[in-house]
């Protein structure tokens, strides 16, 4: 009986070991997978946290490259627009010059028409009072000739007695202008305004009666106007004849005339 006993337990106890020993199979097992679950969890986060340094440090100098890349940017803006501000200054500088070499251009052709225009003016006047003075020369001589036609023929005169020679001695008195029947010469205007001056010396053939029968310039005042003027004044005047011995007779006279302005 006590060994049937001793086979029953025997047999009991085998069956118990077999199931403690799968248990500490099993919790090996487990905790080796826990391990293995606890390196695997640790080496996926120390990857993990690597990984985050990685893309924090990229991220940092990304930000710093973005920080040059904005003051690079600024430094070119203001390099640009200091640029921009010389040239624009420089087109203003050149438009003004332009400007100022148009109005320079049409003041002197303003300038030049001005004095061309005066320049034919005075010419014109020049010509009116030189046309002016050769009217009344013609005229002049004209009226000259009418008289010395209208003149009638002289008659002729009985022979008379030869008068006796003037004695040597005898007194001779020159002809002389009568000044009182002068008409006051007109200064020539041309003359006025270019403040021309002189003297001019003519002579002139006096018959017996004391008319003027010619005259000429002797001696120029330098100015022909005033020559002109002075003769034809002289020409319309009375003179008295030349004597000799009491007798009248045709002679020459000279007389000299001035042309001042007062003031």
Do not use: H
Request: charged share 25%; proline share 4%; with cysteine.
């Amino acid at each position: 009986m006590n060994t049937m006993m001793n086979s029953d337990v025997s047999a009991s106890s085998a069956p118990k070991k077999s199931l403690v020993q799968s248990a500490e199979m099993f919790i090996a097992v487990v905790l080796f997978a826990v391990c293995a679950a606890a390196g695997l969890a640790a080496w996926l986060m120390s990857l993990g946290d690597g990984a985050a340094d990685e893309s924090a440090t990229v991220e940092t100098v990304q930000v710093f490259a973005s920080l040059a890349d904005a003051e690079l940017a600024d430094d070119e803006q203001d390099v640009l627009l200091a640029w921009e501000q010389r040239l624009e200054q420089t087109f203003n500088q050149r438009e003004q010059a332009l400007r100022q070499q148009e109005q320079s251009a049409v003041l002197e052709e303003q300038a030049m028409a001005l004095a061309q225009a005066q320049a034919a003016a005075e010419a014109a006047k020049e010509a009116a009072e030189a046309a002016e003075q050769r009217a009344r020369q013609a005229e002049l001589a004209r009226k000259k000739a009418l008289a010395a036609q209208a003149k009638p023929a002289a008659p002729v005169a009985p022979k008379v007695a030869a008068k006796p020679k003037p004695k040597a001695n005898a007194e001779r008195i020159p002809a002389s202008v009568d000044w009182s029947s002068c008409r006051k010469p007109r200064y020539p205007r041309a003359s006025i305004r270019l403040k021309q001056e002189g003297t001019v010396t003519m002579t002139f053939a006096i018959d017996a009666q004391g008319q003027v029968v010619s005259g000429e310039v002797q001696q120029s005042s330098g100015v022909e106007r005033l020559d002109n003027a002075a003769l034809e004044a002289i020409m319309k005047c009375s003179f008295t004849p030349e004597t000799l011995g009491g007798e009248p007779q045709a002679s020459s006279a000279q007389v000299r005339f001035g042309w001042r302005l007062g003031g």
